[in-house]
């Protein structure tokens, strides 16, 4: 099933919360990257990482935070300081940071604040 | 930094006429140019892509062109049917950096 995972599939998360998404993938891929989507709209950038134990901020980073200890995760952590998360998350790996190359996408997440 | 505009933002075609989605993009060292299809509430999955070294390339009934002189490129869809309603987006990669995406095009075809 294209080899990239988010778990959940929906999440709830009240005000003030810290929530973390999920991102594995088992296809060896060297970069990941995370997008947010909003209805209607397009696929914006929040973090990537083309390496382990590296990354970048992405065009829309504040109030997210990311970690790469393991080349298969990726993880994102929606912090408090987002102040409207709610939203359509993907997580997408590639095989070498960009160039070139494929795209897969996990299946989202979506996130809602209650 | 790359930026890639996507027109029209919304098309309707009849079951069985063509669609066509333009894409533009601003750098010139973009050379790598994927097309993504996502159905409501799916992930996007790649439909079709094109390197720079290539003008247009054909699969079935889809097919990209590209001029890199003028810095655009699209996606045709020929014989459309009802599954081919989607959202459609374009990309464009600089080499060595990452996917940048138009905003994307939400096909409907009629029956």
């Known amino acids: 099933d294209g080899g990239i995972t988010q778990s959940p599939k929906y999440l709830f998360r009240k005000e003030g919360q810290n929530v973390t998404l999920s991102c594995e993938q088992n296809?060896?891929?060297?970069?990941m990257y995370w997008y947010r989507q909003d209805p209607g709209q397009g696929l914006r950038l929040i973090y990537y990482?083309?390496?382990?134990?590296?990354?970048q901020k992405g065009d829309i980073a504040e109030g997210y935070s990311v970690s790469r200890e393991k080349k298969e995760s990726f993880p994102l952590t929606v912090t408090s300081a987002q102040k409207n998360p709610t939203a359509f998350y993907l997580c997408?790996?590639?095989?070498?940071?960009?160039?070139?190359?494929?795209?897969?996408f996990g299946q989202g997440t979506r996130l809602t604040v209650v | 930094g790359e930026n890639v505009e996507q027109h029209p933002s919304t098309l309707s075609v009849q079951e069985g006429d063509s669609a066509v989605i333009k894409c533009t993009y601003s750098d010139s060292a973009s050379n790598y140019f994927p097309w993504y299809k996502q159905e409501l509430g799916k992930r996007p999955q790649l439909i079709i892509d094109i390197r720079s070294n290539v003008g247009e390339k054909k699969d079935q009934r889809i097919a990209v062109t590209l001029n890199k002189t003028a810095k655009h490129f699209s996606l045709h869809i020929t014989e459309t049917q009802p599954e081919d309603s989607a959202v459609y987006f374009c990309?464009?990669?600089?080499?060595?950096?990452?996917?940048?995406f138009g905003p994307g095009t939400r096909l409907s075809v009629l029956p």
């Open positions: 990309a464009a990669t600089p080499y060595g950096q990452n996917f940048v």
């Open positions: 997408a790996s590639s095989s070498t940071g960009g160039m070139n190359t494929e795209a897969f």
């Open positions: 296809l060896n891929h060297d970069a």
């Open positions: 990482s083309q390496i382990v134990n590296d990354f």
